[in-house]
């Protein structure tokens, strides 16, 4: 067990076990206690997270522990970041600073990058890791661009997983807890020659889920997630190594177990109260069943859907990393794909009504190419360098039921005269993102304390998108009621320069200021998931410049660390994905840009050795946010409004997270005890601002009881949400249906690891 601080010793001897990143316990005649140092490769190469004038917070210790079992538990630990999982395909909805994402569409870029050993995930479905085998992770915040292959404009999240040691050894994890939790994780290394060595790492998980279906006796939202992968490396000279790593994943897990959120405006609602007479036919589903205030089969613990929101989806993923040192110059080189295929049955009424269920594939592949050099140019001068090559490319169907019956009356194609269910369209497009970038950061050290950072970014892209209206066909015979439209071809590019400037000047060996400037920008395209082919245009880009000051500083002797910064953040052009409604009834999402946003906060972090044993953490963001010119159709009716009165999504104004951890060395091991507690403010999900989409503020209970005993192995007891707070994430598809997922309640669980 990792225990966050270092017992530093004069002509000691230390004793620690094979849980520990560095000695728990220490004899000697004198000893001090102190913080480990936290190593961060933020800036491309290994330095002290206290000497770079970046804002970042770096997990390595708190991954060890029972209570994080996946990427979204991060947010426990990290000032200002909000992580959900976004209802659909367990999509990750991160946001940090307020610059969020969460639409699963792969024709939409995230602004906040999940970095996979240096590969740029490129779609937020997939990209809530399962927390094994990675070393640390990195929370970057505010515009990525001059240091990384592929840029970003609200922040980073580095994930850097274990290198084989070349050594014979291993892990293994064994887990079970609440709701049928069955879970089996192992890795495994062993030598290859005297340079070389393989890494195979594999897991298992599976559970039944928290929701309960009383209406078909069955319980939805479960896991069934397995992962096989092999990690092969060798130093090929002492000045040339190569990594190769191949991992496939399958992940047949529910998409979420939808509660009904539908209002008496809604067509799955009135069609179950009746129905509209000459415009809305009146459903067979028992009366009431389509609204959420009549419906008692739905509610934090109960879906009332027909069947369980089922999947389809592997993925396959490559990296090959090369380093090449040539003198005092570090070479790097590292190439990445990605292929995910996707099969997706989706209840979007969320409801036992049968209104609109939809039936997708989507087949998604990237490839990226980085090179990148690091050294110094002269005594004073260390510059990082690199070239970056992108390209994505998507497919996506889907086909959609039941509800074309419903809107017959209001459909201007011929669909009239069909019964439930007869009628489906589909929607259909493919498209291609292409990147190419240069970019550069230089370090120069003007005097032994002060520090100037200029960077530079150089980004070209090009868009392509092809689509074609969606064709109706009759469910009972097979025939097409009305053909799809022909092909509509369209193609966008954007050229644009991001700079980064930073002044940081040492106060003593134990303290620094910084002050920068950064600018990023997330380029324009063209959204698929539309109907609106014949009208579809492409969206601009939209730009952030954040200016930030900050302080990082180590008191106590080195018992405490305590980090700050404030930043403020012109957000212009800003991309919003809204879903709206067309006169022949179809739904779909529009992109607009959402003219500007001011953007200003601040992020506390405290951390204290206070004793031998015992480690406390406190971190506190604060955000304040608005919309300073929004003039816009909001609603796609053709009027146009001002919206300056909405509040920004995905953005509490105030986060703050406590904890510690308790070390007890004994005989044969240690007994370690850890709390962590998580709070955030109220906070909106929906663009429109519904109250449907606002989330209470709320505060989440962490916490483990860990014994290693015998060098080599560990047992564990956690609780999660131990206060049992809910709350739903909802998404609305005005006027058709609106559905949210509620998070998981209170649970426990047991884990057992070996290490060998």
Known sequence: MKNGYLVKTVLACAVATAWSAAP??????????????????????????QDVAVAVTALTDQLQQSTVRNLANTQEFVPNLLIDTTPGNQGASISIRGISFQETDKSFDPPNGVILDGVFLGSSAGALLNNFDIDRIEVLRGPQGTLFGKNTIGGAINVIRSKPTKEWGGELRIAA???????????????????????????????????????????????????????????????????????????????????????????????????????????????????????????????????????????????????????????????????????????????????????????????SQEFRVNGNVTDNINLTAGLYYWESEYEQFQESFDMWYYFQNLNPFPIQGYGPGEVSQ?????????????????????????LLNLGGRITYEEKTFSGRTGEYVNQVTGDLIVAEGPDRDLEDDWTEFSPRVALQYSLSDDAMVFGSFSSGFRSGGFFARTQNIDGL?????????????????????????????AFYSDYTDKQEDIIVADSTGAVGSVITNAAEVEIMGVEIEFTAALTEKLTVFANYGYIDS???????????????????????????????????????????????????????????????????????????????????????????????????????????????????????????????????
């Open 626 to 756: 608005e919309y300073t010119k929004f003039d816009a159709d909001i609603n796609d009716d053709g009027i146009v409004t001002d919206n300056t009165g909405l509040v920004l999504r995905n953005t509490p104004e105030n986060t703050l997270q406590l904890g510690g951890n308790w070390v007890q060395p004994l005989s044969f091991g240690e007994l370690g005890l850890n709390y962590n507690y998580y709070w955030r403010d109220e906070y909106q999900t929906v663009f429109q601002n519904d109250p449907l989409g606002h989330v209470d503020s709320a505060g989440f209970h962490n916490a483990s009881i860990d014994l290693a005993f015998l060098d080599h192995y560990r047992i564990s007891f956690y609780g999660r949400n131990l206060s049992d707070e809910r709350y739903a994430r909802v998404i609305l598809i005005p006027p058709v249906s609106n559905f949210g997922q509620w998070n998981e309640p209170r649970n426990y669980g047991v884990e057992f690891s070996l290490q060998f």
């Open 177 to 367: 807890g609440d709701f049928g939790k069955e879970e089996i994780q192992g890795l495994v290394n062993m030598p290859l020659t005297d340079k070389g060595g393989l890494k195979l790492y594999g897991a298992k998980l599976d559970s039944d889920g928290y929701i309960e279906n009383d209406l078909i006796n069955e319980d939805m939202g479960g896991t069934d997630y397995q992962q096989m992968g092999a990690t092969v490396a060798f130093d090929i000279t002492d000045n040339f190594d190569i990594s190769l790593t191949l991992e496939r994943t399958d992940d047949d897990s529910d998409l979420g177990a939808w509660g009904n959120f539908n209002k008496f405006s809604d067509f799955t609602c009135i069609s179950t109260l009746g129905g509209i007479p000459g415009l809305v036919p009146a459903s067979p589903a028992a009366i009431g069943s389509g609204c959420m205030e009549l419906d008692e089969n739905s509610d934090e613990d109960h879906s009332s859907q027909n069947a369980p929101n089922t999947p389809d989806i592997s993925s396959d993923y490559a990296n090959l990393t090369m380093n090449w040192m040539v003198g005092d110059w570090a070479l790097t080189s590292i190439t990445g794909y990605m292929d995910r295929d996707e099969e997706l049955r989706l209840e979007y009424d969320a409801s036992f009504n049968e209104f609109l269920t939809v039936e997708a594939e989507n087949e998604y592949e990237q490839f």
């Open 537 to 565: 245009t492409s969206y601009d880009p939209e730009y952030v410049d954040t200016w930030e000051i900050g302080v990082k500083s180590e008191l106590w002797d080195n018992r405490i660390r305590l980090n700050a910064t």
């Open 24 to 49: 728990l316990v220490a004899v000697a005649q004198e000893d001090r206690i102190s913080l480990e140092e936290v190593i961060v490769t933020a800036r491309k190469r290994e330095e002290s997270l």
């Open 426 to 450: 589909t929607l259909r497009g493919e498209g291609d993102n292409t990147s190419y970038a240069a970019f550069a950061n230089m370090d120069w050290n003007l005097t032994e304390r002060l």
